[in-house]
């Protein structure tokens, strides 16, 4: 066969777990090529808050907060418990630290405590309150020169202010606490300073992209864009090579070492997701990079590779602004005082301050033709909007004439015409708001408890007591927006061992093909452990894949 190049290493994806795969296969000598479909590298990573789960790593150590290999396990087994294969759980937790410790001693990315974000699931053994994950240090973007425009854009328009996760829950506090306005006054400073002197600061998954960029620019590790893959050249069932598009035309790529599949998943394939995925569904709830098409998924199956998990996803509630380009994920406010979760007939069927993929999976369980849950209702009153930001609206900021005129935000002086405008059962939101704020004024949610897990706490108003997560909702006006099962990306793909090898559907491994990140099944299962719990194994195994590929036949 004719080949047009020849490496290595072939990287096709240029998110968090390519990334680190392509450098960490430069430093183990391997001539490395990364290849991107889109215009723009960085993927879902880019659009992301940028924060990793990697358990026992050295920043925790060095602040002295008590973490262990043998505590992390038991938080998996109590979380992922036996969804996933036990050896593939273990490489992670035993990589992780590994990879982390490699990534600051030898590349540009540096990353910083996320401290007091906690596991989602804190109570369970093992878990921590204070929490486990790392975000990425902000960084210049100057530093990447021309490279900088073809940086994938955030999700999210933050109107020129660069903010890290850590900050952005003290932001939405900025009426109520004096972090929140100290918070906002060292944004907005910051803001003034990138202004004036040319900064282009760059925060949360940007960051990492970023970071990871400027390193394989500083190594000369070629990255391709506009070159999607096309298909896999297998001899005698071994993968030695790939076709690319390259300038309008096929391309051959020899691979030595093997090929990762760092792709992505199938958020924005709207048959994969009607053939998969709970239905309802739709391309326009997820945050994912529009790129991610299922492609490098439906390659490796067409070449036998068995999958896994397709029917979940990163999941969490959105809605869908007129205002904005894409749905709007949302994190805090389900958590904020004031303020519940309804279906059409106006009950509470969930905690709305449990970790989102726990509401949506509630949401999709619960969804039948007689009784509907997508989507579901948020409800909050005057006083909610006076006291907190909701999607990207401040405090007290006007809503805007569009957000009514579309429908998208309703408000009504009382509950029973805010029901009536939402197509809600007018009887059943008022039953529901009755029992709820009894429930509020004494601080205990007795229907879904609310307010007693450290996670609920954490997006919690610290100024309300006895429960920083309940107040009454009693001041009119009053306001709904529909919530959607929206998601930052799917979590099924190709089956994987612990060394990143795709597996065949008789368990046995493709030679020279591997998978990270959301192409390949998550390591974990139907659950999220922790904020960080998606990039945080994708990057894990692309350093294992790279050094499988590197050292494996050695």
Not at 77 to 83: E, I, L, Q, S
Not at 323 to 352: K, M, Q, T, Y
């Amino acid at each position: 066969m004719h080949w047009d190049h020849e490496v290595d290493f072939l990287v096709v994806g240029s998110g968090g777990g390519g990334l680190t795969a392509a450098l960490t296969a430069h430093a183990e000598g391997m001539k490395t090529l990364v290849v991107e479909k889109s215009a723009t590298y960085g993927g879902s990573t880019a659009r992301s808050g940028g924060g990793v789960w990697i358990p026992n790593n050295f920043h925790l150590k060095m602040e002295g907060t008590e973490d262990s290999f043998e505590k992390a396990a038991a938080y998996m087994r109590h979380t992922v418990g036996d969804r996933v294969p036990w050896p593939r759980q273990e490489m992670y937790l035993r990589v992780g630290p590994v990879m982390l410790a490699w990534l600051e001693a030898n590349t540009e990315v540096r990353f910083q405590r996320m401290k007091g974000y906690p596991d989602y699931y804190p109570e369970r053994p093992g878990g921590l309150a204070i929490g486990r994950s790392l975000e990425p240090v902000p960084f210049d973007g100057r530093l990447l020169g021309a490279h900088l425009k073809r940086l994938h854009p955030p999700a999210i328009d933050t109107r020129g202010m660069a903010i890290t996760a850590a900050e952005y829950w003290h932001l939405a506090l900025v009426m109520r606490t004096w972090k929140g306005k100290t918070t906002a006054l060292r944004v907005g400073l910051r803001a003034v300073r990138d202004r004036f002197t040319g900064r282009r600061t760059l925060t949360m998954g940007q960051a990492l992209v970023a970071r990871l960029r400027y390193s394989l620019l500083r190594w000369q590790v070629p990255l391709w864009l506009e070159t999607p893959l096309e298909d896999l050249v297998l001899e005698q069932g071994r993968v030695v090579g790939a076709v690319v598009q390259r300038e309008g035309k096929a391309y051959t790529i020899r691979t030595r070492r093997g090929v990762l599949l760092a792709a992505g998943g199938f958020p924005h394939n709207p048959e994969m997701r009607w053939e998969y995925l709970p239905n309802p569904t739709d391309t326009r709830w997820s945050l994912a990079n529009p790129a991610n098409t299922g492609d490098a998924i439906r390659l490796g199956m067409a070449y036998g590779a068995a999958v896994d998990l397709m029917d979940d996803a990163w999941w969490g509630p959105v809605s869908l602004p007129p205002d904005l380009e894409v749905a709007f994920f949302h994190l805090s406010e389900r958590s904020l005082p004031g303020s519940i979760l309804v279906n059409r007939a106006g009950r509470r069927f969930v905690n709305e301050a449990a970790p989102y993929i726990d509401v949506v999976h509630e949401m999709y369980r619960r969804h039948k033709p007689e009784d509907p849950h997508v989507p579901v209702y948020f409800i909050f009153d005057h006083r909610f909007r006076q006291r907190y930001m909701f999607g990207t609206l401040f405090p007290m900021q006007p809503v805007p004439s569009t957000y009514r005129e579309t429908g998208y935000l309703h408000v009504a002086p009382t509950l029973e015409e805010l029901a009536k405008k939402m197509g809600i059962a007018p009887q059943g939101l008022q039953e529901t708001v009755a029992r709820f704020n009894a429930m509020a004024r004494q601080g205990r949610d007795e229907d879904f408890h609310r307010g007693e897990s450290a996670y609920d706490r954490y997006y919690g108003d610290p100024t309300v007591k006895p429960n920083p997560n309940l107040a009454p909702l009693d001041r009119s006006p009053f306001y709904g927006v529909a919530f959607y099962p929206g998601d930052i990306g799917t979590k099924g793909g190709l089956v994987t061992d612990e060394h990143a090898r795709v597996l065949r559907t008789d368990g046995t491994p493709i030679p020279g093909l591997y998978a990270t990140g959301n192409t390949a099944a998550s390591v974990m299962g139907h659950t999220y452990p922790g904020p960080g719990a998606t990039l945080g194994p994708a990057l894990v195994f692309g350093y294992i894949a790279a050094l499988h590929a590197a050292r494996g036949s050695r």
